[in-house]
């Protein structure tokens, strides 16, 4: 059953009329009608009462298997044995920052691709080939800030083999853990290299010992861990990598079906100014030619262009094989399965089916939304009004898509309960006129990620006072962002005793009451002060120090082991032996 159903397409589901769903909410104490898109809980609520079970799905994904039978067929099955080949195999780079997972790939490809990343820090996932001897490697670089987890993760899923990157002179870390775990979710095989080894605090016993805390257990020790000591650095160890990979790529026998439409995974798309949208797919069986039909997502269109890891064109690629495909209708999403289509009209027919049901799903699940108690923009405003929730507004967008995925993520961790993020919009390209009126109208700030926003955006983010800031590294966003939320946050307050004043004597005043004769047995008590009064430990009433005087001087503050005399705002119920304790309110630095 698909979310956001009607009672009428519920109803005849279950074998029942639209009235016998409202009739049966009616009486829960839901007023809906026949039309109106039901939350989740709604259509729990009446399956079970008729005793059905029902899996709720998102709009389309029924028609999308159906979809995938009618033009694939079934291209899901078992393959012929007789046509499989041996394939090269792919290896994904994991690790943590800064462990040297693209300087060992430098050295593999004995190219330099860290010189063009910025501070270091790769920050989408490269696709390279490499030829050893007579046969040839794929490797997959992913990034090692824990943002990019989502990207790792997709890495992992097209992998055959992991190469796990841990420094010696630094040891397991958390993103460690995290690839371990992404790549058993995978239930690909692990190689650990150690790298930095030719440091003089490299400890790989040390290394080995985690590992063996975290389940893989070297070979050295009598595991089935494969570890190979290296330094990228100076390229030690870097052969010996290679050879314990093409020996693991015999034995797991891979192969593929190099004939046939291609299948494929796309590891990365991007709006490229001069290319239009652009797509690094590693084609996963059959071939893909320059010309072929394809579809990824919604996205469709004709290849125009296959272009390699070293930027050279080609006419077709085979399996395993990481190619830029050129041709698409919009920019597809890392993760999306890329497949040949028989035609255009059938890739285009796909497409826009599949981009129907995004759009119907967004619809669907908003009125769903909106038909579940509390959510009502009355309510909302109600919140905000009352200071209970600010909205930090946010137009986002990015170079590629899986950092828009992965800056998305980092950026919902930090929500507090205060203080809600909403994504107004997120997009892959430059920033543009669009984007600034759309933040000018819901008074947002837009952050751009290795974009830049044209001079016609920049004037007229300067006309509409729309703040703009780009960023090339992901933790400074993260960094401003909390700062910004952290701003946004209602002040904190503690109290902070400054004073404590016994009661010794108590004098009636005439036009003024009563006076407090008081002795400070500790801090300072200061003039116009907040003031609780105890008596036996129990707080009887709160309120300011109105006078203080010492003998027959008014005086501003009265320091510990001085008598006194107060007089308090409006309080006259004042008794021997009471104490005075005052306090001030300081604000907390929020975190």
């Known amino acids: 059953m698909e979310r956001g159903s009607t009672a009428q397409d519920l109803g005849p589901k279950l074998n029942r009329s639209a009235g016998d769903v409202v009739r049966y909410l009616l009486l829960q104490g839901e ?25 709720l799905v998102d709009p389309g994904e ?23 080949v041996p394939r090269p195999p792919v290896i994904t780079v994991m690790g943590h920052v800064d462990h040297g997972k693209t300087k060992l790939l430098d050295r593999i490809r004995e190219t330099n691709v860290v010189a063009g990343e910025a501070g270091g820090i790769t920050q989408h996932i490269g696709a390279y080939r490499v030829e050893v001897g007579d046969r040839w490697m794929t490797f997959i670089d992913t990034p090692g800030h824990e943002a990019f987890t989502a990207m790792r993760a997709r890495g992992a899923e097209v ?10 002179d630094d040891g397991v870390m958390p993103q460690t853990v995290e690839a371990i775990n992404h790549a058993r979710a995978a239930g690909v095989p692990i190689v650990v290299a150690i790298n930095k080894i030719d440091r003089e605090d ?93 579809v990824a997502g919604p996205a469709w269109g004709r290849v125009k262009a296959l272009i390699d890891d070293r930027g050279e064109n080609i006419k077709r690629a085979g399996p395993s094989m990481p190619v830029e ?34 759009r119907v799903a967004g619809f669907t699940s908003s009125a769903a939304a909106s038909a579940t108690p509390g959510a009502k923009l009355e309510d909302i405003f109600e919140q905000i009004q009352r200071g209970e929730t600010a909205t930090l507004n946010l137009v986002v967008r990015a170079d590629v898509q899986g950092s828009l995925e992965a800056l998305t993520e980092a950026l919902r961790k930090l929500e507090r309960d205060e203080v809600k993020l909403s994504f107004v919009h997120r997009a892959v390209g430059g920033i543009t006129e669009n984007d600034v009126q759309l933040a000018a109208a819901s008074n947002a700030t837009i952050i751009g990620f290795n974009v830049r926003p044209d001079r016609r955006a920049r004037e007229l983010a300067a006309a509409q006072g729309v703040e703009i800031r780009t960023y090339e590294i992901i933790y400074k966003v993260l960094e401003d962002i909390e700062a910004a939320m952290v701003g946004m946050l209602a002040p904190e307050f503690e109290e902070v005793v400054t004073g404590e004043a016994e009661v010794r004597e108590v004098f009636r005043v005439p036009r003024v009451g009563a006076v407090a004769g008081c002795y400070v047995r500790s801090g300072v008590i200061t003039r116009g002060s907040k003031v609780r009064f105890l ?47 005052t306090f001030e309110e300081r604000e907390i630095q929020r975190t």
């Open 325 to 358: 495909v050129l041709g698409f209708s919009d920019v597809p999403s890392a993760g999306d399965e890329l497949r040949v289509t028989p035609d255009l009209q059938t890739a285009r027919t796909i497409g826009e089916q599949r981009s129907h049901w995004a």
């Open 202 to 294: 490299a400890d790989p016993n040390r290394v080995m010992q985690q590992l063996s805390e975290q389940g893989l257990v070297p070979e050295a020790w009598g595991g089935d861990t494969i570890t190979v000591e290296l330094s990228a650095l100076q390229g030690l160890g870097v052969d010996d990598l290679l050879e314990q990979l093409l020996v693991l790529a015999e034995v797991l026998e891979l192969k593929a079906n190099p004939e046939g439409p291609g299948r494929g995974v796309v590891l990365e798309g991007n709006l490229d100014v001069g290319r239009g949208p652009v797509a690094t797919v590693i084609v996963q069986r059959g071939h893909l030619d320059v010309g072929d039909s394809v």
């Open 159 to 168: 992998t055959d083999i992991v190469v796990l990157v841990v420094a010696a």
């Open 31 to 55: 007023m809906v009608t026949a039309t109106q898109a039901l939350s989740d809980e709604m259509i729990e609520l009446f399956a079970a009462e008729l005793g059905a079970d029902v899996r």
């Open 62 to 84: 029924e028609q999308e298997a159906a979809l995938q039978a009618r033009y694939f067929g079934d291209e899901d099955g078992e393959e012929d044995e007789s046509l499989l």
């Open 535 to 581: 008596r036996d430990g129990v707080i009887i009433w709160k309120g300011t120090i109105s006078s203080l005087r010492r003998f027959k001087d008014d005086v501003r503050e009265v320091q510990a082991g001085f008598e006194c005399g107060v007089g308090l705002s409006d309080f006259q119920d004042l008794h021997q032996g009471d104490v005075i304790e």
